[in-house]
Protein backbone atom coordinates (compact mmCIF):
# COMPACT_ATOMS: atom_id res chain seq x y z
CA UNK A 1 0.00 0.00 0.00
CA UNK A 2 1.36 3.64 -0.75
CA UNK A 3 0.35 5.91 1.34
CA UNK A 4 2.62 8.72 0.30
CA UNK A 5 3.90 11.88 1.89
CA UNK A 6 4.04 11.33 5.38
CA UNK A 7 4.13 14.31 8.03
CA UNK A 8 2.93 15.15 11.51
CA UNK A 9 -0.25 17.82 11.86
CA UNK A 10 -0.14 19.52 15.38
CA UNK A 11 -2.53 20.94 16.63
CA UNK A 12 -0.77 24.53 17.82
CA UNK A 13 -2.39 27.33 19.99
CA UNK A 14 -0.45 30.50 18.89
CA UNK A 15 0.26 29.61 14.99
CA UNK A 16 3.05 32.84 15.10
CA UNK A 17 4.87 31.20 18.71
CA UNK A 18 5.26 27.73 16.67
CA UNK A 19 6.21 29.00 13.87
CA UNK A 20 8.85 30.62 15.67
CA UNK A 21 9.97 28.14 17.45
CA UNK A 22 9.67 25.65 14.55
CA UNK A 23 12.02 27.98 12.46
CA UNK A 24 14.86 27.94 15.74
CA UNK A 25 14.99 24.12 14.94
CA UNK A 26 15.65 24.75 11.16
CA UNK A 27 12.57 24.29 9.58
CA UNK A 28 11.28 26.80 7.22
CA UNK A 29 7.68 27.81 5.74
CA UNK A 30 6.87 25.28 2.85
CA UNK A 31 3.22 26.03 2.33
CA UNK A 32 0.09 27.35 4.03
CA UNK A 33 -1.50 30.56 5.12
CA UNK A 34 -0.96 32.24 8.24
CA UNK A 35 -4.37 33.95 7.43
CA UNK A 36 -6.03 30.57 7.29
CA UNK A 37 -4.21 29.32 10.36
CA UNK A 38 -2.12 26.96 9.29
CA UNK A 39 1.60 26.35 7.66
CA UNK A 40 3.61 23.43 6.35
CA UNK A 41 7.34 23.65 7.46
CA UNK A 42 10.04 21.28 6.42
CA UNK A 43 13.48 20.87 7.57
CA UNK A 44 15.05 18.50 4.60
CA UNK A 45 12.46 15.61 3.62
CA UNK A 46 10.86 16.23 7.27
CA UNK A 47 7.78 17.59 6.89
CA UNK A 48 5.45 19.42 9.89
CA UNK A 49 1.98 20.97 9.71
CA UNK A 50 1.04 23.48 12.55
CA UNK A 51 -3.08 23.84 12.86
CA UNK A 52 -4.21 26.17 14.72
CA UNK A 53 -7.92 26.02 15.98
CA UNK A 54 -8.68 23.15 13.45
CA UNK A 55 -7.63 19.79 14.85
CA UNK A 56 -8.48 18.92 18.73
CA UNK A 57 -5.31 16.75 18.99
CA UNK A 58 -1.65 15.79 16.90
CA UNK A 59 -2.08 13.60 13.75
CA UNK A 60 -0.05 11.43 11.47
CA UNK A 61 -1.00 12.71 8.09
CA UNK A 62 -0.03 10.34 4.74
CA UNK A 63 -0.69 12.35 1.61
CA UNK A 64 -1.20 8.99 -1.38
CA UNK A 65 -0.29 10.68 -4.75
CA UNK A 66 2.38 13.47 -3.49
CA UNK A 67 6.16 12.84 -2.35
CA UNK A 68 7.89 14.87 0.66
CA UNK A 69 7.70 17.37 -1.81
CA UNK A 70 4.10 18.02 -2.24
CA UNK A 71 5.18 17.13 -6.14
CA UNK A 72 2.63 14.40 -7.75
CA UNK A 73 3.70 10.85 -7.71
CA UNK A 74 2.31 8.10 -10.49
CA UNK A 75 1.26 5.88 -9.84
CA UNK A 76 -0.33 5.94 -6.18
CA UNK A 77 -2.68 4.18 -4.32
CA UNK A 78 -5.76 6.35 -4.66
CA UNK A 79 -7.64 7.22 -1.00
CA UNK A 80 -10.26 5.14 -1.83
CA UNK A 81 -8.40 1.69 -2.47
CA UNK A 82 -6.64 2.46 0.43
CA UNK A 83 -9.69 3.10 2.66
CA UNK A 84 -11.21 -0.16 0.76
CA UNK A 85 -8.12 -2.18 1.84
CA UNK A 86 -8.27 -1.26 5.00
CA UNK A 87 -12.15 -1.74 6.01
CA UNK A 88 -11.40 -5.09 4.58
CA UNK A 89 -8.98 -5.96 6.84
CA UNK A 90 -11.60 -4.74 9.78
CA UNK A 91 -9.93 -1.65 10.50
CA UNK A 92 -12.90 1.37 11.26
CA UNK A 93 -12.58 4.53 9.08
CA UNK A 94 -14.49 8.02 10.36
CA UNK A 95 -14.39 11.77 9.03
CA UNK A 96 -15.19 10.79 5.33
CA UNK A 97 -14.85 13.79 3.25
CA UNK A 98 -14.57 13.49 -0.73
CA UNK A 99 -16.60 12.01 -3.64
CA UNK A 100 -16.13 9.04 -5.67
CA UNK A 101 -12.57 10.85 -7.37
CA UNK A 102 -10.38 13.12 -6.75
CA UNK A 103 -9.61 15.16 -3.52
CA UNK A 104 -10.85 13.36 -0.39
CA UNK A 105 -9.83 11.81 2.87
CA UNK A 106 -10.87 9.68 6.00
CA UNK A 107 -9.07 9.31 9.63
CA UNK A 108 -8.22 6.09 11.46
CA UNK A 109 -7.51 5.22 15.09
CA UNK A 110 -4.28 3.09 15.59
CA UNK A 111 -4.38 0.18 18.83
CA UNK A 112 -3.41 3.24 21.05
CA UNK A 113 -5.92 5.26 20.08
CA UNK A 114 -3.60 7.74 17.61
CA UNK A 115 -5.23 9.35 14.59
CA UNK A 116 -4.06 8.51 11.06
CA UNK A 117 -5.56 11.22 8.50
CA UNK A 118 -5.10 9.51 5.05
CA UNK A 119 -5.34 12.84 3.13
CA UNK A 120 -5.53 12.94 -0.94
CA UNK A 121 -5.02 16.30 -2.78
CA UNK A 122 -5.73 15.00 -6.50
Same mark, same amino acid.
Given at each position: ??????????????? /??????? $??? #????? #??? $??????????????????? *??? $????????????? /??????????????????????? /?????? #?? $?? *?????????????????????
Amino acid at each position: MKLGAFSISLAVDDL /AKSKAFY $EVL #GFESF #GGS $EEHNYLIMKNGETVIGLFQ *GMF $EGNLLTFNPGWDQ /AAQHTDPFDDVREIKARLTQQGI /AVSQEH #GG $ES *GPASFVVMDPDGNPILIDQHR
